[in-house]
Every structure is written in structure tokens, then in C-alpha cells.
């Protein structure tokens, strides 16, 4: 039996009930938390309550597969991840090549940045268009994608939610600010009125805790806005339902001038 089981957005509290009860069953637990990491506790509070081997996997652990699907032919185990259990290509590869090798499995599922993040706009979920990562730029390494992205779903009107690079072997997650920067840069290339100054942009941090922070305003003005520790993402809204116009200024602080064509 392989379980994939997704730990939530936060902290090892935000576990399910059905997703712990699972991992007091299973013989060994398998983790990666380098697509998404839980920053706001202690992932060793969770192991004390369990008396079940735990082993955090490195990236090729993961990708390679068979450290997972060797293990799982004989053996109950469980493959957990920060966020909800199947939202990563990865993950997803490993499901796959469970099932096509006759493994039973379960997926018990968490939270997700996916849904949490237009929630705590006041967004409508199913008015987003294809999500976009801003990464870690490097030498010979600046992808316009992600400002492609906000161009195509803009241009239909639909909102745009924008993850933010994780290096977790480094320590180091990008900013709300840092990601500002990178597509600032992008637009003075481009010169596409995408992501000028004007722009009205949605900053979330912390989502998943007792207290997220959640700012929006034009692009000049969230630019320098403080939104503390990760980890952090943001949204570009498209055309908006007066009725989401309004949530933004109760829940992101909008100022309501911004959004008067569409109160």
C-alpha cells in the first residue's frame, strides 16, 4: 500500500485526522518538502506522535521513484508533502508509476495554496487562468513565462495566481518583493502595460496561519510593503465580479478608487 498524504499549508497541525490515523498505520513515512515546505512549525512534533520510521527524501530521491515504489511493493508506506498530496508533477509521476505497478494506494489530501490563496482574496476560484512560478533568476537565466502568463489571462480576463521560487536546500524563498522586481524588469523589457506600476497586484503571506497577511494595491505601492516571514505567492486579478471588487478592499485593502469600475 502506498499513500500519498498531503500535510497542509502551515504547520504539522494542519494535518487531516484520516491523514494522521493513516500514518500511524504504515511501516515507514518517506517526505520531500522542496516544492513547498511547512514554515510554521515543527515537522518533529508530528514524528514524536508516531512511532513509524521517518525519512525526508532529497529531490532525486523523489524523481528517480524507486526508493518509494520498491519499498511500497512490500511494504504499507506513506509518501507526505507540505500542501495538499498530488499538486506537484513529481508526485503525480509517482502515483502514476504506483498504480501501473500494481501497488494499492490512497490519497488523502491538505490544504492548498490553490484554493487558500484566492479565499483569503475574496477571489472567485474558477475565474483563474493558468498559474505561473516566478524563479530565482540566475546567469543566463530570466524567463519571461511567467509575465506570459499574466499577459494570456489577463487578456481573457481571467485572474492570475503566481507562485514564488523555493530553494529549500538553500533556505531561501522569494519574496512578494522580490518577485515584484523580477517582472518590473520583465515589463521594462517588454514595454506590454502588463506589469507597469499601475497594475494592481495581490500579496499573500503566511497563508495557512492564524494571522495571513494579505495586501493589494498598485504594483508602485506593494512594491515595498513588508509582508514578513514565508512563505509568500501573489495574485493579478483580472476582470472583476463587483462582488470581488468589494472583498478586495474589506480583505486585501484595496483603495476602493482602484477598483470604482467595478463597484
Do not use: W
Amino acid at each position: 500500500m502506498l499513500y500519498f498524504v498531503g500535510l497542509g499549508l502551515f504547520s504539522e497541525d494542519d494535518i487531516s485526522y484520516k491523514g494522521f490515523k493513516a500514518l500511524q498505520s504504515v511501516d515507514c513515512i518517506y517526505a520531500e518538502f522542496y516544492t513547498a515546505k511547512l514554515m510554521g512549525g515543527n515537522i518533529d512534533n508530528l514524528i514524536d506522535k508516531l512511532d513509524v520510521p521517518f525519512i525526508t527524501l532529497k529531490r532525486e530521491d523523489v524523481e528517480d521513484c524507486n526508493v518509494i515504489i520498491n519499498e511500497a511493493m512490500t511494504k504499507d508506506i506513506a509518501f507526505v508533502t507540505a500542501g495538499d498530496s498530488l499538486m506537484a508533477t513529481t508526485h503525480t509521476e509517482l502515483y502514476v508509476e504506483a498504480v501501473n505497478k500494481g501497488i494499492e494506494t490512497r490519497i488523502i489530501h491538505g490544504s492548498s495554496i490553490f484554493s487558500a490563496a484566492p479565499g483569503l482574496a475574496g477571489l472567485q476560484a474558477y475565474k483563474f487562468g493558468k498559474t505561473t512560478t516566478v524563479p530565482f533568476p540566475d546567469e543566463n537565466f530570466f524567463p519571461h513565462s511567467p509575465y506570459d502568463a499574466i499577459k494570456l489571462n489577463s487578456s481573457i480576463g481571467l485572474h492570475t495566481l503566481v507562485l514564488l521560487d523555493i530553494q529549500a536546500h538553500k533556505d531561501r524563498y522569494m519574496t512578494i518583493n522580490e518577485a515584484i522586481d523580477y517582472l518590473r524588469k520583465v515589463e521594462s523589457e517588454r514595454g506590454e502595460h502588463v506589469f507597469d506600476d499601475d497594475c494592481i497586484v495581490i500579496g499573500i503571506a503566511q497563508a495557512g496561519s492564524d494571522h495571513p497577511i494579505v495586501k493589494g494595491g498598485r504594483v508602485a505601492d506593494v512594491a515595498d510593503f513588508d509582508f514578513g516571514d514565508p512563505l509568500h505567492c501573489m495574485i493579478v486579478p483580472g476582470d472583476l465580479h463587483f462582488l470581488e471588487a468589494e472583498a478586495l478592499v474589506t480583505l486585501a485593502d484595496v483603495d476602493e478608487d482602484l477598483l470604482k469600475d467595478f463597484l
